[in-house]
């Protein structure tokens, strides 16, 4: 027994647990040091990150983007192996690059320097809450600054955006400034819409169904790669699988999903325990397995359902600074939708309209229900854009975020498809062919992802809520037990105290600055291993 090799079990075969494993597996110091073994609840390895197709074209349903390329460890891999150039084309979005086509609810076309005046007051903002610096001759004035400060104490993010936009309004006001409407619209109305489609864009950023939850003191510890945003031109998931791939066969196991963790808190119990291995895991088809450590990457939102009372998944429960962190912290549902565009539309020009569909921003009706148009639904009232994934892609995408993400996941492909056809012919209202030269388009194929309700995921990524802090984030990555003896080195020790580091913790949210990233789970991937490296006197690579 004592002879034996310390067993290392990672549950969850995403970012952070296949990142863990590769450390594992490929520092030298542990060529057969240990026993390690992923053990992984679904039929495919890459968890919040699933490359696909659709229609012929590659997209991603979870993870998209590259947060910055300067100094990001996914970009550095997806260098190395050569993901981001490819022959097919891909979810690369350069319709942002061009002009937004601006168009407000009744089929009204925006001038964009008119939008872009909110765009940059909601950007200001932004930037003030992520405490970058603001350019001096920036819109933002004194009194805004004020309003932040004023307020920085128990403030949310909303609540300090609300602030900015009164601010900005009694500013123009002062000014006599204010802007004309247009139709049914009033001006103010308009500036409410356009940064009301920023917040939207905001919550699918954070995840964050309401962002009045979300913490305004924690959105200047964020950290941002600086650098360009991109996407990865093979997928995402070749990044996954170039980090599986120094892994033997075998030692990742799909389809075996933990329902139970026990753990030895206390001096360890060697009347039920005769194996001598302080963590015992039991997986959904009633076998278990043994463990010295278990690094558990599984999703916050996997968590809170963990730690309810009915589903015991750690036993004994996780001590109360854990389960706290674990509630307070915010874990939102985002999804994308992705809309297939009739052939017969896209391939004909009809009235010798353009074919190519625009990046369309949405701006709808806000606090005047009477104004909305009546068969526009609830859930795309708060949906920022519409978008082919590449320039001339027959395939458009949306995303969403909070309730309206968690309705579309409950709605079959019709009512999906009858909403969105309803909401862009009243945008591109004024003629089949309008002023943009788009024609009324047509959509033939859906597909939605259902991250919220995936018992796997039960949500998309995590974000501090009002109530909550980094703190949080950092208890959630503290190992147990938190008084485990981490000088023992062998067995001997071992029965008179309870073994160190039996439950460690990776995943996106446990990372302090990186939370709800790829890199974030990457980073935290990596920490635990160089944990359990340390632990057995070897420092890795
Ligand atoms: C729609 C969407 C868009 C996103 N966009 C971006 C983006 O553009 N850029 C970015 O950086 N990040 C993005 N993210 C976030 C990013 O995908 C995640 O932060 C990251 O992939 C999380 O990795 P992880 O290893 O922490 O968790 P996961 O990927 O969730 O891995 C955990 C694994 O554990 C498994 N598991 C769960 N329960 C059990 C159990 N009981 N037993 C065994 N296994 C279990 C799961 O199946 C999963 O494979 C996005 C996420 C979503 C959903
Ligand atoms: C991942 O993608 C496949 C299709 O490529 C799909 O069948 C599966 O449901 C997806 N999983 C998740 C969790 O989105
Ligand atoms: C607002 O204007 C649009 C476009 O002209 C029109 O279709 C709609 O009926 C108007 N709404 C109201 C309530 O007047
Ligand atoms: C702080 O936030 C909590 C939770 O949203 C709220 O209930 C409370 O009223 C707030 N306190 C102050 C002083 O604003």
Redesign the pocket.
């Known amino acids: 027994m004592v002879s034996k090799k310390p067993r290392i079990v990672i ?9 863990a494993a590769n450390k594992l597996y490929t520092a030298t110091c542990s060529n057969e040091l240990f026993e390690l073994l992923v ?4 039929t ?6 699933n490359t696909s197709e659709f229609c012929g074209d590659r997209i ?8 910055g390329i300067g100094g990001s460890p ?1 970009h550095k891999i997806a260098q190395e192996i050569n993901s981001l150039e490819s022959e097919k084309p891909w979810e690369c979005m350069d319709g942002i690059l061009e002009d937004p086509l601006t168009i407000a609810e009744g089929g009204y076309e925006l001038n964009p320097s008119f939008v872009e005046s909110i765009s940059s007051l909601f950007k200001n903002l932004m930037d003030l809450a992520q405490g970058k610096v603001i350019d001096e001759d920036g819109e933002i004035d004194a009194r805004l600054k004020q309003a932040a400060a004023k307020s920085a104490g128990n403030l949310s993010v909303g609540s300090f955006l609300k602030q900015g936009l009164d601010a900005y309004w009694r500013l123009t006001k002062d000014e006599k400034l204010a802007v004309n409407g247009i139709g049914n619209w009033s001006g103010k109305s308009l500036e409410e819409a356009i940064f009301a489609m920023h917040e939207n864009t905001q919550r ?1 950023y954070t ?1 964050a169904d309401d962002l009045h939850t979300l913490d305004y003191n924690a959105e200047s510890e964020y950290k941002m790669f600086p650098g360009e ?1 991109i ?1 990865i031109a093979k997928g ?1 998931l070749s990044v996954i699988e170039s980090l599986a791939s120094v892994l033997p066969a075998g030692l990742i196991q799909l389809g ?4 139970k963790i026990e753990w030895q808190p206390e001096t360890m119990n060697t009347e039920i325990n005769n194996i001598g291995l302080p963590v015992k895991l039991h ?2 088809d009633g076998s278990t397995m043994y463990a010295d450590h278990v690094i558990v ?3 916050l939102g ?1 968590l809170k359902q ?1 730690i309810r009372q009915d589903s015991g ?1 750690f036993s004994p429960p996780l001590p109360s600074f854990k389960t706290k962190a674990i509630s307070r912290l915010g874990y939102g ?4 939708l992705f809309l297939q565009l009739s052939t017969s539309i896209a391939d004909q020009e009809i009235n010798d309209c353009k074919t190519k569909f625009p990046f369309l921003q949405m701006i709808f009706h806000q606090s005047d229900s009477n104004l909305r148009h009546p068969k526009i639904p609830w859930w795309i009232r708060r949906t920022a854009f519409l978008s082919p994934i590449y320039s001339n892609s027959r395939v458009l995408l949306s ?1 969403f975020a909070g309730k309206e993400a968690l309705h579309l996941e409950s709605l079959n492909d019709e009512e999906i498809l009858s909403g969105v056809s309803t909401t862009v012919s009243n945008l591109l209202s004024h003629n089949l062919c309008n002023s943009a030269g788009i024609p009324q388009p047509k959509f033939a194929k859906v597909l939605r ?1 259902k ?1 919220g309700t ?4 039960l ?4 974000y501090v809520s009002v109530g909550s802090s980094c703190d949080d984030l950092d208890s959630l990555a503290e190992p147990l037990p938190k008084n485990g003896n981490i000088c023992s080195d062998s067995s001997s020790s071992s029965l008179s105290s309870s073994s160190p580091l039996q439950i460690l913790f ?5 990372h302090r600055t990186h ?8 980073f ?2 990596l920490r635990e291993a160089n944990r359990l490296l340390k632990h057995y006197n070897c420092i890795g690579v």
């Open positions: 549950i969850g075969a995403g970012m952070a647990g296949l990142t053990v992984e609840g679904g495919r390895i890459g968890g919040r990150i991603e349903l979870g993870a998209t983007w590259i947060h996914i699918t995840s945003e996407t995402y075996r999903k933990v329902v997986f959904c990457t599984v999703s996997v963990g998944m549902v985002v999804d994308k995303w992802t991250w995936d018992p796997l995921f949500g998309s990524y995590s990776a995943g996106e949210a446990t939370y709800s990233t790829t890199h974030g789970a990457y935290s991937g």
